[in-house]
T-cell receptor, first 112, second 113 residues
Framework: QKEVEQNSGPLSVPEGAIASLNCTYS??????FFWYRQYSGKSPELIMS????GDKEDGRFTAQLNKASQYVSLLIRDSQPSDSATYLC????????????FGIGTKLQVIP | DAMVIQNPRYQVTQFGKPVTLSCSQT?????MYWYQQKSSQAPKLLFH???????NEADTPDNFQSRRPNTSFCFLDIRSPGLGDAAMYLC????????????FGPGTRLTVT
């Protein structure tokens, strides 16, 4: 079974620190990876996509992908209390239709 | 703004009473998905439409049905809701030939009494 694994947390970081969220995946056919932010009671919001090995930066967010290790991460710099949410990692393979497999999500708490 | 809209945002139904949830999109995406998400769990794919082609996940209960009358609208029918069907139902869309990014609507919170 193709899986995306995340530590459910909670991960607590002080305001202004770097939050590091990690994810591993089992399907070597996965080509595309996504990070979604989900506030309690709300729907997932796409914040980052990454398709190639290496780093991708967007503002305070950096996504990292290592396909050899089947590992994806999200760094949030200068963490703010408003970043407190659950972060879902997801992967999609290139075959067939666009099925995306989601992880359970890591709950991040940014402490003021 | 282009978006995914879900109605109603909150739905309360009685055990066994059929309910229909709706989703519409102005993104002009050709793929539409229905997910079920329970508390502290990953979204679970129920169905997706690839253009007009309907695809049912193998473990989606028969109690769940879906319709897509046109490219902009999609419906989720729960024929006889049970207490275990209480969840957030999420509609998402994506565009083939693109990046596989899925965009979610705000969700419908279903309560079964």
């Amino acid at each position: 079974q193709k899986e995306v694994e995340q530590n459910s947390g909670p991960l607590s970081v002080p305001e202004g620190a770097i939050a590091s969220l990690n994810c591993t995946y089992s399907d070597r056919g996965s080509q595309s990876f996504f990070w979604y932010r989900q506030y309690s009671g709300k729907s997932p919001e796409l914040i980052m996509s990454i398709y190639s090995n290496g780093d991708k930066e967007d503002g305070r967010f950096t996504a990292q992908l290592n396909k050899a290790s089947q590992y994806v991460s999200l760094l949030i710099r200068d963490s703010q209390p408003s970043d407190s949410a659950t972060y879902l990692c997801a992967g999609a393979n290139s075959g067939g239709y666009q099925k995306v497999t989601f992880g359970i999500g890591t709950k991040l708490q940014v402490i003021p | 703004d282009a978006m995914v809209i879900q109605n109603p945002r909150y739905q309360v139904t009685q055990f066994g009473k059929p309910v229909t949830l709706s989703c519409s999109q102005t993104l002009n995406h050709n793929v539409m998905y229905w997910y079920q998400q329970k508390s502290s769990q990953a979204p679970k794919l129920l169905f997706h439409y690839y253009d007009k082609d309907f695809n049912n996940e193998a473990d989606t209960p028969d109690n769940f049905q879906s319709r897509r009358p046109n490219t902009s609208f999609c419906f989720l029918d729960i024929r006889s809701p049970g207490l275990g069907d209480a969840a957030m139902y999420l509609c998402a869309t994506s565009l083939t030939g693109g990046s596989y990014e899925q965009y979610f609507g705000p969700g419908t919170r279903l309560t079964v009494t």
